[in-house]
Structures are given as structure tokens and as C-alpha cells.
């Protein structure tokens, strides 16, 4: 570096043995140059690599994208004018003035291109550019002291860099001033049909950072209670049918993969030992699913865990210096530093801390999502002979219950290996301060965790017990449900009763043994650090008599201690959380690999072996509901463009054939062609508690046009003339305020 100044690079008897500190001329202009352009370069390219595909496309010209592209362009020039002042003078020209001028253009450069594709791709507000400007801007401050300080200058040249300097930092400082500002909102969104959008993306980066966005919403609900047209629209990212796609393309990979390790494991023993496989079949797992799915903002959260973790130990660090600092009495201007890099320590782990714990909640918000989703698809999709092993209230559990159970676990997921990280470090530290002493405060730890294991795996035990219980108390009160007629007719009522309370009560015992051993793990936990603090104080008084506990042991001490309270106190929590997920993963695997219709039975389009005329054939086909044959030797072709009827006795299989037809039925043999799509009209119509017109339009805008003719069709002019209300009628419950026949034709206009 030296020889790139040709003057002194560093001094620490300039820089920290001093009481006026200041940076050689040689550092400023070079490290403290280099380092904002240098992270502008690294960043760029991965800034440019994720918003390339950007659906958000070309923010309109105003006085803020203007504004900070007009002054780029300017520093550009004043980079360059810096380039070709010391080589227009008679002066000897040093590396340096080369070097830093070349740079700092080629960077501007970059920052004026990176504004433009920004702008182009719809990205109001750049993260990677505001923080370029801040970097700019904290680490000009000591060269910007001491250009002030300087009096004399020895040429014309040093005056017009001096004056050069002071136009280029306000020129940083307006640029730092405007990215706190975002630009407005592209012309072409990626979702335009969106009338309230989610404003996080529209607001600047520093606003993103400390959810000064979420700020209107709080006002909102500080003026009026919120009402559903008070909140934004559900982010596209947050949507089922962006999540579950990805998720079932991942579920689908990991199954087939299970299926076929298991088949070729089958295929082995067999060969080679001619014996049948007694092993138990090996169930596909969603964690596999769920990890490539999610595997970036579960990454991206874990990212900032680590840093979060890293600057809890220099926090302790920093009063370390600035007790020593008191004891010793150095310079005034060490014990502000101290403090303001105490103070500034502190808010960068707040921010990183927030950030981190959003990006996880969100990741388990989307987990949820695509798990309820995927949950709610397989149920229509399990075959007859799963459907008598799985109730209606287990499918119910597994929605409300064992999905909901990862928002909770993810966002404390990274305390799996945070928590021994944290305990690691900081009890290195404290071998540092402490000596042999903290080898009995981690002798205590070690004791307590066995306890904690055998007590999480009774939680464990007792968690799965519950949801059983759980499940035929769910079960029971649909069948409840169901028959509430009967019930009340025959005055059941009591007894019915008594049988859910009778299972409300065992399930009540577990959950009380399950609170009693949440809260003996509280408490070992919670007295853990005191325990701890304890036997590393008092042993290491007793182990020599020079060792004195002094202010700067004691606070640097406990600061550690302190470190290790939040990791200690989370165990307890972590062990439960991490239970219930585990009998919850159980219990979705279960579900998940449960045997499905097969949906090759029924092929859709022309077949070369069946009458390609026909609109709907069967040959030879044989089908069951579970294992013995209900319909055989089925060889059927309706005619198309004919009205077609099949008439036969109660129980002699109508309403199978036409669910064999749906492929609703496991299909043995034969063959079932259709072409075109298929409307069902069920025997009993399907209708919801709501307004004949909500029955209708079934949740889409209302189009008279359309709406008449739809009713023209289904022939409910008729019908909806004898209203009081006209489509405005409330139909109740399983519409029982229509007759049978208003039923199907309110149900015919959805096929139409």
C-alpha cells in the first residue's frame, strides 16, 4: 500500500494512541474508498441475478429516479475531472490518484446501470444500492474531518481535489438521502388485477427493514376497528396456487423415489434369499418435500440467525473494552466511540434479529399452506379401501392441528443447532475469564439433558395418545352432526354426551400429564443459568485466592450468562414444539402415502379398441369398492347426441356404474374410455347456506348478462317469480327452503 501512496499507510500512534485520532491520508483515499465500491461489485451481481426474471416491469420517469440518476451521472463526470486533474498538473503523479478516480468511476458507472435495470425490471427500491451510498458515506467521514482540518495547501492541485472532495460526499450524501425514497409503481405489475396491493414492495428499503410499512395498517386500527375492507390483498407469493404446485411436483419426486427404493429392496431379498420381505414397507416423508420446496428462504433465514448469534458475543466484547476503558482511564474519545459501537452493535442485531424471525414465520405461513393444500387434495383422491381406516374428524385434525404445528416449530427451527453453537461460544469465552471454573457450570448442563430427553420422549408418547383421542372425539361429534334429527327425535341427547365427555376426559388426563412435564422442563431450565452462574462463581473464588471477582469479570460474566439464559429457556419450549411436530409429521406421512384411485383407469380421448364414436364406453369392465367385484363383465357404449337411461332395481348398481364411469371405483379389468368432459348431477344436490344468487354465481362477479341466460337455461324465472325475495331468497341449511326439483335445477346451472 506504501507504494501505492508513497506515503505512510498505517499508524496506530496516529490512529488509536492519541487524543485528536485520524487515519493516515494513504488509508482514507484508499480502504476507505475501496470498501463501499468493492461490496457494490461483489453484490451486484447477485442483486442482477435475482430480479432479471422480475414480472414488474418499467417504473415511470419522476423527480426521484431523475433526480439519482442526474446526480450519478454528475459524480461520474466529477470522478473523471478527478482522474485528469494530476495528470494536467506539473505535480508527480502517485498510484493513488490514478487508481482510487479509476475506480470510484468504474463504480458509478455500475451504480447508473444498476438504477436503470431497476427501473426496467420494476424494482422501486434497491437494498444493494442504499446500502453502497450508507457504506459511502460513514466511511468518507474521516477523510471529510480531515479535509476540514486542513489550512494550507501546497498547490492549486490539492486545492481543487479538496474542493473536488467536498462537491463528491455531498453529492453521497444527497444519494443516500433519495435511496430512502422509493420510485413509483411500475407500469406493468406482475399481478394487475389486484386493486390493493401489498405495499412491502413498494416502499423504500429502509422502511422494509424496520416495517415502517406496516405503520398505516397500525393508525388504521388505532382510529376504527379493522374491518376485512381496511386490510391488503393476500400476496400472490402467500397463494395456494403459487405454493402448491411446487410443493406437489417435490411430494410427487420423493414418493415415486420411496416407492422405487423399496420395490428394488423387495426385489433383492427375494432373489437372494427367496424368502418374502417381513421388513415394514418404508413410508415417503414430506420433510424431504418440504426442505426442496422452501429450501431458499429456509436458508435465507438460517443466514440470518448465524449473524444474529455472532454479534450476541460482541456486544459482551464491547463492555469488556469499555469497563477497562473506565478502569483505566484513557482517552474521552474511546469511552463515546465504545458506546456508539455498543449502540450500533445493538441496532444491527435488532434489525437482523427482526428479519430473520419474519422470513421463518413466512416460511412456515407457506409450509402450512401448501401442507392444507395438498392435505385437502389427497382427500379426494384416496381410494375406497383407505376411506374406511381415515374418518372425516382425522382429515379435520389434520388440517387445523398437526399443519398449523409447523408456523410454530419453524420459526424456533434454527435453535436445533443455534442453541449448541451459542452454548459452545459463549462457554469458550468464559474459559477465557473464568478458567477451570466453568467446567462445573457445564458439568450441571450436561447433567439436566438426559432429564430433558426422557421427559420429551414421554411428551412424545402421551402427544400421540392425545391425537387419537382427539381424532374419535372429532369423528364422534360429526356422526353427532350428521344425525342431530335422530338424536333429537329419540332423545339421545344425554347419552351422547356422556360418551364425547367420557372421551374429553381422557383426553383432558394426557394434556394435564403433558402440562405438568412442560412445566417441570420450565423449571429446570429456567433455574438452569442461576445454577450455572453459581458453581462457575463460587468455584472459581475457591479454586485460588488471587482469583478476585472484579467489576469488569463480573459484568463480562454475566453479559455471557445472559447469552446462555435465551438458549437454555428455550429447550423446554424447543422439546414440546419439536414433539408435537414429530407425531404431526407422523401422522401427514400416514396420510400422504395412503393408496389413491388410479387415475389411468378412465382415458380420456380416442381409443383405437373402443368405438371412437361413442362419447362414453366400457369393455369388459369389472370394478369394486374394496375388494370383492361389485359390477362384472361390463360392456356398455352410449350413443352420441341421445339421451341415455339406466333403469334397474334398488341395489342392483346404478349409481356404482355411474361412479365406476367418474373412476370413483377401483377398476379390476377392462377397458373405460370418454371423450370431452364430464358434468355430474348427483341424486342429491349439492347447495350452500347462502342467497339463491350466491348459489349461482358460486364466488364469481356478478355478470347480468350472463346471470339471465343461466337462468333462462336451468328454467328459474318460474322459481325465482314465486319469491318474496327473488334471488335474494336465504336458502337454509342443505336447502330446505326449495323443493327437490328447485334443488337440481339451482345445481344444473354450474354444468351449463
Known sequence: MERICENEFWNLNLTWYTKDPKFTNCFERTILIWIPCVFLWVFSFVDIYFFRSSKNKDIPWKFCNATKLGITVFLIALAFFELILPLLSKTIIVTVDILTPILKLLTFSLSAFLLIFNKKNGFGSSGLLFMFWFLLVICGIPQLRSEIQRNNYQASVSFHSHVVYFIYYAGAIVMLILNCFADEVPKITKYPGLKKLWPEDRYSFPSRITFVWFNSLIWRGFKHPLNKSDLWELNHEERANEILPCFEKNWKRCSESYHEASYKGVSEEVTLLNCPNKKKKKQASIIPAVIRTFWPMLMCGSIFKFIFDCFLFVNP????????????????????????????????????????????????????????????????????????????????????????????????????????????????FLWKLLGLAVLLGLMVMLVLIPVNLFIGNKMKNLQTLQMKHKDERIKFMNEILVGIKVLKMYAWESSFEKNVQAIRDKEIAILKRIAMLKAATSFIWSCAPFFVSLSSFGTFVLLDKKNVLDVETVFVSLSLFNVLHYPLNMFPTLITQMTQT??????????????????????????????????????????????????????????????????????????????????????????????????????????LNASLRENILLGKPFDKQLYETVLKICDLFSDIRTFEAKDEIEIGEKGNTLSGGQKQRCRRQPCG
Open 317 to 428: 466484547y464491547i463492555l469488556k473494552l469499555l469497563l477497562s476503558f473506565v478502569k483505566k482511564e484513557e482517552e474521552r474519545w474511546k469511552g463515546y466511540f465504545y458506546a456508539c459501537l455498543l449502540l450500533f452493535a445493538s441496532t444491527i442485531q435488532t434489525l437482523i434479529f427482526a428479519q430473520g424471525l419474519n422470513k421463518m414465520f413466512i416460511v412456515g405461513m407457506r409450509i402450512r399452506t401448501a401442507l392444507i393444500s395438498s392435505i385437502y387434495r389427497k382427500s379426494l383422491r384416496i381410494s375406497n379401501a383407505a376411506k374406511k381406516d381415515i374418518s372425516t374428524g382425522e382429515i379435520v385434525n389434520l388440517i387445523s392441528i398437526d399443519a398449523e404445528r409447523f408456523v410454530e416449530f419453524i420459526s424456533s427451527v434454527n435453535m436445533l443447532w443455534s442453541a449448541p453453537f451459542q452454548i459452545i461460544i459463549a462457554l469458550i
Open 582 to 687: 414429530v407425531v404431526s409429521i407422523k401422522r401427514i406421512n400416514k396420510f400422504m402415502n395412503t393408496p389413491e384411485l388410479c387415475q389411468k383407469d378412465i382415458k380420456h380421448g380416442l381409443s383405437d379398441s373402443l368405438n371412437s364414436e361413442s362419447p362414453i364406453s366400457i369393455q369388459d369392465g369389472n370394478f369394486d369398492w374394496f375388494e370383492e367385484p361389485i359390477l362384472r363383465d361390463i360392456n356398455l357404449r352410449f350413443e352420441k347426441g341421445k339421451l341415455t337411461a339406466v333403469v334397474g332395481a334398488v341395489g342392483s348398481g346404478k349409481s356404482s356404474l355411474l361412479s365406476a364411469i367418474l373412476g370413483e371405483m377401483n377398476k379390476t379389468g377392462g377397458k373405460v374410455n370418454i371423450l370431452g368432459k364430464v358434468a355430474y348431477v348427483p341424486q342429491q344436490a349439492w347447495i
